[in-house]
Structures are given as structure tokens and as C-alpha cells.
């Protein structure tokens, strides 16, 4: 055995034959401890060219240690990055961004990681945009042995038809785009066939371990960290806190060490917050920035569609901003797709707590009676309809309910994070707010989108500054109510596309 331990990679090995030299030294050290003295360690072996799983949800339960540790070492380079989103610039995976060693990143979204999208659009980077439920289920099912899966998700989108840019050249020219998805039809619904993902290492941030690799999580920080667990050959985890077998009860555990490899003592953690956001002390309109107090009247409004006892996914933006408008005395349980269910109110400035976020990576509080859990679950969730409600914003909605929000191509990318899945539920009511008009006055409502969708035929309500349409499946959209000051005839002026009046159409907000 100490032979077999001290056996040398030859110099000239190849990045799959380094994998497989990894994979069996792994096997030797399982009869010894799991937990290695430093990242620096648990890192070293990573090859060139590995596919490498990075778990967190923005800065929420980040590996960071093993993160820095990667950027120390040069010769780890030409990285497939897998990971919700690349962090923010010059913070977690921004870090390897800066450093070149990522050669591909598969993700939802970019978020305000400048450098990333500078990247990209300059043919620096390859992104591979999957949806963000897509996402996390590719990273469960690869975990679970499962070679593909059927999906709603991006049906009638380029993820169905392909073409989505991975690659530009630097003179902005498309070097590589995405292919075309195969289409299944199960009880007259198309469904897209998704390949599972498994990385040749999973880089996993837990709050508690123990020393046979058993995994807590401690709230919305439980994100991608779990199916990423479960889908690396393996599995390397940085631990707040590592304890003794036994400390840990069984039924708190949420991975099981079968799927551990590594260990690593995290510490001195600053624990950094994207976007800490808390209770304005004169009232949410007080507190707000000037774009939304503009806007006032398009949240106020969308407050509306709260029903009690409702299930309901907010957006980022003006969404979120209307579940401080429900009317009092009914309940609304508000989910968040990265892991919590029963949402609070924003945190006052002492009860902030990083490892609690929301989707748009604000702090946030928890109900009593709220759940966290992973972001598989979470998905599970709203690909089987159990939301009655989801509002998002738009930057363009056509007259047959296509809703594009994601990408403006070769100019802007967002990325699409969950939108698509969230849109793509069958039985959940989709409603939009946003502006009527565009900066230079141009319409948004359109007979048929310019831009890239983010879903076909989903929308059901559209909320802006002048008007509420409802949808209406084959026929025009139907003008329901109007903004106080606005009249039909501003409304069809400001409109690119016609639309049917209802009877008793009025100024309501």
C-alpha cells in the first residue's frame, strides 16, 4: 500500500488518464481520514481541462477557500466551469474569471458580474446559458445515475431551437452557438429531452461535517451544494465546522459522506453579502431608489393579484417590491427559487444574516412556520405547478403571450436564471410587470417579440405604468383597466399591437 501511495503520475499523462489516476487514488485513501490539512491539498490534483462543480447561489455558501486555493495554482486552467452564476467581480468564482483558468462556464445567469459579461461578449469566455431548474436537475439526475430527462423548460425558446451564442469571435461574430434540443411528446405536451451533468470534481461549501463526510447545510446556503455533492467523481467539501462522528443526529443530515471524498476546516470567513438589503426606517417608498419610486404604482398593483392562502414566486425588482403592499390580514406563502419557502419582510440592520438571501441575492427573514431546502427541491416545486402565482418583470411581451426578459443579444446578458422554468409551469397564472414604453418611447407589447423568449404562450396578466391586459388565447389582448390619468386612445398610441376593450374598463390604481 505505501508503494501504491507513493507512485508517481508520469509527466506526459493526459487530463482523462490524470482523472482516472485521481479517481484511484481516491479509492486508496478510503480506509484512511477523509480530511485533508489544507485547501491548497485537497485541490492540487485537479488537472487541466477538468469539468469542475462550484456550489453556492451567488455569494451564499460559496467555497471560497478552495476557490482561492485553485487561484493560486496556475497550471489548473481550461476549467468547465459548472455553477449557478460566476459570483461578482473579483469575488468567488470572479476570482478565476480574473485569473484566465475558466474556459468554459455552464450557468442561468450572469447577474452584475461585469467582468464576466465583458468576457462573453468579447469572445474571451464560452457560456453555456441552461436554464436554472434545467440546470439543477441535469446536476440531481447526473448525481443519481440518470443519463437525461424531460423538461418543459425552454420549449418554443432557443433552448429548443439552438442558435444561443456560446462563443464570440472578437470582432462580435458568432464562433460557436447552441444545438437544437430533441422534442418529446408525453399526454399532448412537447417536452425537451436535457442531458444530466457530473463533474470530475464538485467543489461544496456545508456549514457542519463530520469526519465520514455526513453534510449540514444551514439555511438558503443549502442552494446547489447538495445535488452538487452528489455529481462530482469527486466530491472535495470545505466545512465551517468539522465534528466528531456522532455529533450530528441522522435525521439532520442532508448528504450522506458516501458521496464526500474530502474535507477541508474553512475559516475566517467574512461571509460577504451581495446585496444587503433591510427594513427602511421611514417605509419601504421612502427607502426605495428613485427607477422604482417611479414605478410605485405598477408594484401597488400587482399587490392585487395576492390571494390568501397563496403559493407565489416574485421576481427580482418590482415583483419583490409588491409583497410589501398585501393586504393586510390575508397570508401569502412567498417562494424563492434558490431554497425558502414563507419569505419575510427585508431583515432590520441586526437580524442581517448572510447564509439567508433571496433569489435577487437580498437578505432576507423567514416566516414562522418557512422551509429552506435545496435548489432541486425547490424546482421540483415549480415545475409541478405547486405556485398559484409567479410575477416577473419583461422586456417584451407579444400580443399571443411570449415573454422575452433575458437577453438582448451581442448587447446585454442577463441570463435567464429560473424565469424559464418558472414561466414554463402548466397550471401556475404568469403575470408581468413592467414599463409600457422603452427609454426612447418605443412600445414593449408587440405583436410579436424582437428578442430572444424566455417563454411561448405564458403569460397571463401584463401590469405596467398605463394599463392591465389580460391575455386572452387566441384572440387580441383585452384592455382591463387603466392607470389613473390614461385613456384608451394614449394606451392604443403607446401600444405595437391591437387590442380588444373591455366594457367596463376604467381607471383603477
Avoid at 485537479?46 to 487561484?71: H, N, Q, R, Y
Wanted: glycine share 12%.
Amino acid at each position: 500500500m505505501a508503494t501504491l501511495l507513493r507512485t508517481r503520475v508520469p509527466a506526459l499523462a493526459s487530463a482523462a488518464n490524470l482523472r482516472c489516476y485521481a479517481a484511484s487514488r481516491e479509492l486508496l485513501y478510503r480506509s484512511f481520514s477523509k480530511i485533508y490539512p489544507s485547501a491548497a491539498k485537497a485541490i492540487e490534483d485537479i488537472p487541466a481541462g477538468s469539468t469542475v462543480l462550484f456550489g453556492g447561489f451567488g455569494l451564499c455558501g460559496v467555497p471560497e477557500k478552495l476557490i482561492d486555493a485553485i487561484a493560486e495554482k496556475s497550471q489548473i486552467k481550461d476549467i468547465t466551469a459548472v455553477s449557478n452564476n460566476a459570483g461578482i467581480d473579483g469575488v468567488a468564482l470572479g476570482k478565476l474569471l480574473n485569473t484566465r483558468q475558466i474556459k468554459r462556464m455552464v450557468a442561468s445567469y450572469v447577474g452584475e458580474n461585469q467582468e464576466f459579461a465583458r468576457q462573453y461578449l468579447g469572445g474571451e469566455l464560452e457560456v453555456e446559458f441552461v436554464p436554472q431548474g434545467t440546470l439543477v436537475e441535469k446536476l440531481r439526475a447526473g448525481g443519481a445515475g440518470i443519463p437525461a430527462f424531460y423538461t418543459a423548460t425552454g420549449y418554443g425558446t432557443t433552448i429548443q431551437h439552438g442558435g444561443t451564442p456560446i462563443k464570440y469571435s472578437p470582432e462580435g461574430y458568432i464562433e460557436i452557438e447552441s444545438l437544437p434540443r430533441e422534442v418529446g411528446v408525453f399526454d399532448g405536451r412537447a417536452y425537451l429531452k436535457e442531458r444530466s451533468i457530473t463533474g470530475d470534481f464538485a467543489l461544496v461549501k456545508a456549514w457542519k461535517a463530520d469526519e465520514l463526510g455526513n453534510l449540514v447545510f444551514r439555511g438558503a446556503a443549502n442552494n446547489f451544494n447538495a445535488p452538487m455533492a452528489t455529481a462530482g467523481k469527486i466530491t472535495v467539501v470545505e466545512a465551517e465546522e468539522i465534528v466528531p462522528v456522532g455529533s450530528l443526529e441522522p435525521n439532520e443530515i442532508h448528504i450522506p459522506g458516501i458521496h464526500v471524498h474530502r474535507i477541508v476546516q474553512g475559516g475566517g470567513y467574512e461571509k460577504k453579502i451581495e446585496k444587503r438589503t433591510v427594513t427602511a426606517e421611514g417605509g419601504l417608498e421612502s427607502g426605495l431608489p428613485a427607477s422604482m419610486q417611479k414605478r410605485i404604482r405598477i408594484i401597488k398593483r400587482a399587490a392585487r393579484e395576492f390571494k390568501d392562502g397563496m403559493y407565489a414566486n416574485l421576481g427580482i425588482g418590482m415583483p419583490m417590491l409588491a409583497s410589501n403592499f398585501i393586504t393586510p390580514g390575508i397570508t401569502v406563502h412567498l417562494q424563492s427559487e434558490n431554497g425558502i419557502l414563507g419569505l419575510g419582510p427585508f431583515p432590520r440592520e441586526s437580524e442581517v444574516d448572510p447564509d439567508f438571501i433571496n433569489a435577487g441575492k437580498e437578505t432576507v427573514t423567514v416566516q414562522n412556520g418557512g422551509s429552506v431546502f435545496s435548489s432541486d427541491t425547490s424546482f421540483a416545486m415549480i415545475r409541478n405547478s405547486r405556485l398559484d402565482l409567479t410575477i416577473l418583470g419583461g422586456m417584451e411581451v407579444s400580443e399571443s403571450g411570449d415573454l422575452a426578459n433575458w437577453i438582448i443579444p451581442g448587447k446585454m446578458v442577463k441570463g435567464m436564471g429560473g424565469a424559464m422554468d418558472l414561466v414554463s409551469a402548466a397550471n401556475t397564472k404568469v403575470v408581468v410587470t413592467m414599463d409600457h414604453c422603452s427609454k426612447n418611447g418605443s412600445p414593449k407589447i408587440l405583436k410579436q417579440c424582437t428578442l430572444p423568449l424566455t417563454g411561448l404562450k405564458c403569460v397571463n396578466r401584463i401590469i405596467t405604468d398605463k394599463c392591465v391586459f389580460d391575455v386572452v388565447p387566441g384572440k387580441k389582448l383585452l384592455l382591463r383597466e387603466l392607470a389613473t390619468g390614461c385613456t384608451v386612445d394614449e394606451i392604443r398610441k403607446s401600444t405595437g399591437c391591437d387590442f380588444d376593450v373591455a366594457p367596463d374598463v376604467s381607471e383603477t390604481y
